[in-house]
């Protein structure tokens, strides 16, 4: 009877050992398995008694966002502290490894009530996994937060006009910036739309425009012809046509990088229009069309001079 009395015992405590063994294993399983996490705390633990409490309470998991169901966060229970705001987000966050981490907060803001210490009771959250259909809670720790003495209103509103004035300098600044590329890239587009002209093309245009060959009123046309062309000079050689006498304009002809024919032609030209002027009789048609022929074929000259320079120019670059 004794024997079978110990055996009896000895086959309770067994049965115990194996019981508490199942327990704790079923315990750290459940805990491995938890993939739920939720942070709660404050921006600030030192906050003076005129700036807010920041609360920040977060619920963060792998995987998908609508992995569990959340039920609305209830209103945290304040001491020395009044709710005055919160507001709420939802994020899906890609990690390193390529996998995915959701993140619900709800950011709280409370005001400081009088100076000495606030609390935060702890929070619960109750959510539900929707693969398993289990129904869990999690509670955040109490937190404490000190409400120390206010910050001056001078320091605190003379910090926020130079914010407002720095942050007012910079956008003016970037206004300005976009403003001058504005205008640098419309003037661009303007040179590439309108090409320049060059100066013997200017004077051709001039030619043709104030001077007709075929005028009635020849005296009037050699007049505008002779000082059309004689300004040209002045701006294309800075040759001063217009103050120098007719012998003088022809000295400094063949001072010019023209070529020989050129000089001949436009000194020639230049001794006909002296005598044209003080010979005080109606001017020959044909005689008028010769001057204007050669002034105009001396211009084409140039401009096609210049364009085979530009030309050249261009493929060098």
């Given amino acids: 009877m004794k024997h079978l009395y110990v055996l ?10 194996q019981a508490n063994a199942i327990a704790i294993t079923d315990s750290l399983s459940a805990g491995s398995e938890q993939e739920i996490r939720l942070n709660a705390y404050v921006e600030e633990s030192r906050v003076p008694m005129n700036q807010p409490v920041v609360l920040r309470v977060e619920l963060s998991w792998p995987g998908r966002l609508n992995r569990y169901q959340i039920e609305p966060v209830s209103q ?30 709800v ?6 009530l009088e100076m000495g210490m606030a609390y935060i009771d702890g929070i619960v ?20 937060v000190e409400i120390i003495e206010p910050i001056p209103e001078e320091e605190s509103g003379r910090l926020k006009a130079i914010s407002y004035i720095v942050l007012f300098v910079i956008l003016f600044g970037v206004i300005i910036y976009f403003f001058f590329q504005f205008i640098k890239k ?6 590439q739309q309108e ?40 701006k294309d050689f800075s040759l001063p046509a217009r103050e120098l006498s007719t012998k003088e304009i022809t000295q400094k002809l063949y001072e010019l990088p023209i070529d020989e024919v ?42 096609q001079k210049l364009e085979m320079m530009q030309q050249e120019n261009k493929e060098e670059k």
Avoid: C, W
């Avoid at 005055?84 to 390193?96: A, K, V």
């Avoid at 950011?107 to 400081?112: G, I, N, Q």
């Avoid at 093309?201 to 007709?212: C, F, G, H, K, P």
């Fill in 8 to 17: 009896a015992v000895n086959f309770f405590f067994f049965f115990l050992l």
């Fill in 76 to 105: 945290p229970i304040l001491t020395n502290l009044l709710l005055e705001g919160s507001g709420s987000e939802n994020r899906l966050i890609t990690g390193e490894d390529g996998t995915f981490k959701a993140l619900k907060a």
């Fill in 107 to 112: 950011t709280y803001r409370l005001r400081p």
């Fill in 125 to 144: 959250i109750r959510y539900t996994d929707r693969e398993t259909g289990e129904e869990e809670r999690l509670t955040s720790q109490r937190i404490m």
């Fill in 186 to 191: 419309r003037r661009l587009s303007g040179q």
């Fill in 195 to 234: 090409p320049l002209i060059s100066l013997p093309e200017a004077y051709l245009n001039r030619l043709s425009q104030d001077v007709d060959p075929r005028g009635t009123n020849l005296d009037e046309m050699i007049q505008r012809l002779s000082r059309i062309f004689k300004e040209y000079l002045e």
């Fill in 262 to 303: 050129d000089k001949n032609n436009l000194s020639s030209v230049f001794e006909k229009l002296d005598m044209i002027k003080f010979a005080r009789k109606g001017i020959d048609p044909s005689e008028f069309t010769q001057i204007y022929g050669t002034i105009e074929n001396f211009l084409l000259k140039r401009k």
